[in-house]
């Protein structure tokens, strides 16, 4: 008996050290910001998708491009392995995780706080879809309040702005343009 | 990642010298007195990564499950990936002529913009061609660091591009860019939608991710088409020009070729032909809330029976493979 409980509690340590070597790497993975939005990390964006350790140390973490073309992929590799290795976890692999693809639905509530936060309007719901994609050939209808005054008074000026998920509205009220981060 | 998760509270240490490694500047403030300042100093948040931003090759298909499918002639699933590798990699050349040169800002960076989305998916095709068929990649100097990708991007010759000839055609007018962008959105969106049940991993996820992408791609043509169509007299006279200069090309984006039939037989890719229906139909409700009348124009002819899937194109083809190429070929080892 005093062998097996000796057993289950040398068990339960090594759970406990894993779990917390995990939430370790987790944090420290977490802190990485988007080199695009400074203001948001790579977890509030929903880009960091996992984040393993293995039993020797060795730090998995997988991320998801926004958009095909997102040419910010290799910085945040780059960052992600530096801030894990000041963290203490010298071996660290970014894998890149193309499926499922990224939706702007991924955006944490306190992601969605630091774009407004920073004068940038967050995304809506992505519509469900059914069938092929419609097309639209009306400016896409948005709810969406001035960042800077709140007025829902607000036109679109391009769907597409200075990084793709981006795009570009003024604000009639106070005059003023603002981003918006893209339904995707 | 679950959302908001709680950090505990012995993990805060952790957290701040993360926190400080973010936020550590590498180099003190900028002093105007200091003639060793610069004025860029402080630009990029003190962040010293960033210094390198987007300068490094990079393998775009790092970590992805890359598998091949079994059931499919490997030489088969590479050209086939070539083929709508190219076709984005064409149509992304063209459309980033537009750059710094639109009829106004918010298109120049429309364009710019969907030019990206298409050479990011030229990218992974290009990466999954090589990896399904290395045979495809030209050889370059022993100890060259260029990828394969850039290798076939850079170091094929005009004959040995995939594309269809639509996106080839120089840009024009602004209604002649719009009008090759709705074509041909309209039909790789309608190729996609069916992709993404490839037993392909790699094509399957660029399909799937694709579709968002082009979505904006097609209605941001089609909505150009419409104002141009029921604008101004004379943006009329243009856009009907235009389809009239693009539509003979429209017809072999629908046509199958051998590879295409045989990837889709072996379920990994899909057969041209089976959306040109589909894309009829999304055409003719901007052809018809456009007020303009259907194309009628016979199709452009093939050369001997190859078009450009074969390998046979327009002379347009090898100006801008020419001008996409030359700084590549002339450094093969990366260096200058």
């Not at chain 2, 040995?160 to 602004?174: I, K, M, P, S, W």
């Not at chain 2, 020009?241 to 045989?262: C, D, I, K, N, Y």
Request: hydrophobic residues 45%; aromatic residues 4%.
């Amino acid at each position: 008996m005093t062998t097996t409980t000796a057993t289950a509690t040398a068990t339960a340590t090594a759970t406990d050290d894993a779990t917390r070597i995990r939430e370790r790497a987790l944090a420290a993975a977490r802190s990485v910001t988007d080199p695009e939005m400074p203001m948001l990390t790579l977890d509030d964006l929903g880009i960091l998708r996992s984040v393993e350790v293995s039993g020797s140390g060795a730090v998995t973490v997988a991320i998801t491009p926004t958009y095909t073309g997102c040419p910010a992929m290799a910085t945040m590799r780059d960052d992600l392995v530096r801030v894990l290795g000041v963290a203490g976890f010298a071996d660290a692999t970014i894998r890149v995780s193309l499926s499922p693809a990224w939706s702007s639905d991924w955006i944490t509530a306190r992601g969605r706080q630091a774009l407004t936060d920073h004068g940038l309007s967050a995304p809506g719901r992505v519509p469900v879809r059914s069938g092929p994609v419609a097309l639209s050939l009306m400016p896409t209808r948005r709810e969406l309040h001035c960042p800077q005054c709140g007025s829902g008074a607000v036109e679109l000026t391009s769907e597409f702005g200075p990084t793709a998920c981006k795009a570009l509205y003024r604000c009639t009220s106070c005059l003023e343009p603002f981003e918006h981060v893209k339904e995707i | 990642m679950p959302d908001e998760t709680a950090m505990p509270d012995e993990l805060d240490a952790i957290q701040s010298v993360a926190d400080d490694v973010v936020h550590q500047p590498s180099h003190p403030a900028p002093d105007p007195n200091d003639a060793h300042g610069s004025v860029y100093d402080g630009l990029l948040g003190g962040d010293p990564s960033h210094w390198a931003f987007g300068t490094d090759f990079e393998d775009p298909l790092a970590g992805v499950d890359t598998t091949m499918p079994e059931g499919v002639d490997a030489a088969d699933l590479g050209t086939y990936c070539l083929m709508l590798a190219d076709d984005a990699l064409i149509a992304s050349q063209r459309l980033s002529e537009w750059c710094s040169r639109a009829p106004d800002l918010e298109d120049d960076i429309a364009l710019s913009n969907i030019a990206l989305d298409l050479l990011g998916q030229a990218r992974l095709l290009l990466a999954r061609a090589a990896a399904a068929d290395p045979s495809l990649v030209p050889a370059l100097p022993e100890g060259s660091p260029v990828p394969a990708e850039d290798a076939l991007a850079f170091f094929r010759d005009a004959g040995e591009f995939r594309n269809v000839r639509l996106v080839e055609l120089d840009n024009g007018d602004f209604a002649v860019t719009i009008v090759k962008l709705l074509l041909h959105s309209s039909a790789r969106i309608a190729i996609f939608e069916q992709l993404v049940d490839s037993r392909d991993h790699v094509l399957s996820a660029v399909a799937a991710k694709g579709i968002k992408e082009l979505t904006y791609h097609r209605d941001y043509a089609g909505r150009w088409f419409l104002t141009l169509a029921r604008g101004t007299e004379e943006s009329r006279r243009r856009i009907d020009a235009a389809l009239g200069q693009v539509s003979p090309l429209q017809a072999e984006m629908f046509a199958t070729h051998a590879v295409e039939a045989r990837v889709a037989a072996a379920g990994v890719g899909v057969d041209p032909a089976t959306v040109a229906d589909a894309v009829a139909v999304v055409l003719a409700q901007v052809f018809a809330l456009s007020g303009v009348d259907q194309p009628t124009k016979a199709p452009l002819a093939a050369v001997q029976g190859r078009q450009g899937r074969d390998g046979m194109h327009t002379e347009a083809l090898s100006r801008i493979v020419g001008e996409m190429q030359v700084v590549a070929r002339a450094h093969p080892m990366g260096q200058w």
